[in-house]
């Protein structure tokens, strides 16, 4: 049961355009959204989040957009750059329920063509 | 100021084995989560704990435990391993508390090869 779904195992942009990396949803309860992005041999780093009370974060070149009613969410990296090549994972908290558990999609490989 | 780590790097072991994995969490954090992140998937949470009680856990069987120590260093301990039980297994602290969410900063993970 994938409560969270990147239906994109990888994208390839090339250096200097738009990267949008897309995730879906199907529990209700999340009401906390995270985007994460790793490199090879390291943990996670946290990026950018939004709450289920915005529609909107932005943080320098990344933005988070966040569409309740289709339970879609999606982040935008503007201009995308080599150095973001990773895997990005999109993240939901149900924070209501006390202990902060996160649950993640699979990962979208991003490369970035210099 | 320093941060999430775990060990070991790496381990292997066999079917049947016992396996302890390590966390210290990062400076002043009071909660460590552990997550399983299995070949081409995404991490999936085991358990948590918060001041040295378990606080939550995911749909992992009993022969998964943990500890955390009065320090909020942990451990994660695997019986009866599995093939499947082959994974990185993360880490994450962060400050517990309340109900809102608190950012989780995670280790570089302990790679598991079950033989």
């Known amino acids: 049961d994938q409560q969270v779904k990147q239906n994109s195992p990888s994208l390839s942009v090339q250096e200097g355009r738009i990267s949008i990396l897309n995730c879906d949803y199907t529990?209700?309860?999340?009401?906390?959204f995270l985007w994460y992005k790793k490199y090879p041999a390291e943990g996670p780093t946290f990026l950018i989040s939004?709450?289920?009370?915005?529609d909107k974060n932005e943080d320098g070149r990344f933005t988070v957009f966040l569409n309740k009613s289709a339970k879609h969410l999606s982040l935008h990296i503007v201009p995308s750059q080599p150095g973001d090549s990773a895997v990005y994972f999109c993240?939901?908290?149900?924070?209501?329920?006390?202990?902060?558990?996160?649950?993640f999609g699979a990962g979208t490989i991003l490369r970035v063509k210099s | 100021e320093t941060g999430v780590t775990q060990s070991p790097t790496h381990l292997i072991k066999t079917r049947g084995q016992q396996v302890t994995l390590r966390c210290s969490s990062q400076?002043?954090?009071?909660?460590v989560s552990w997550y399983q992140q299995a070949l081409g998937q995404g991490p999936q949470f085991i358990f948590q704990?918060?001041?040295?009680?378990?606080?939550g856990r995911g749909n992992f069987p009993p022969r998964f435990s943990g500890l955390q120590f009065p320090n909020y260093s942990s451990e994660l301990n695997v019986n009866a391993l599995e093939l499947d039980d082959s994974a990185l297994y993360l880490c994450?602290?962060?400050?517990?508390?309340?109900?809102?969410?608190?950012?989780?900063?995670f280790g570089p993970g302990t790679r598991l090869t079950v033989l």
């Open positions: 939004i709450s289920s009370i915005k």
């Open positions: 529990n209700s309860m999340f009401d906390y």
């Open positions: 400076s002043g954090h009071n909660t």
């Open positions: 993240a939901a908290s149900p924070s209501r329920e006390y202990g902060n558990k996160l649950v």
């Open positions: 994450a602290s962060s400050l517990g508390g309340g109900r809102s969410y608190n950012e989780q900063f």
């Open positions: 704990y918060y001041r040295e009680e378990e606080n």
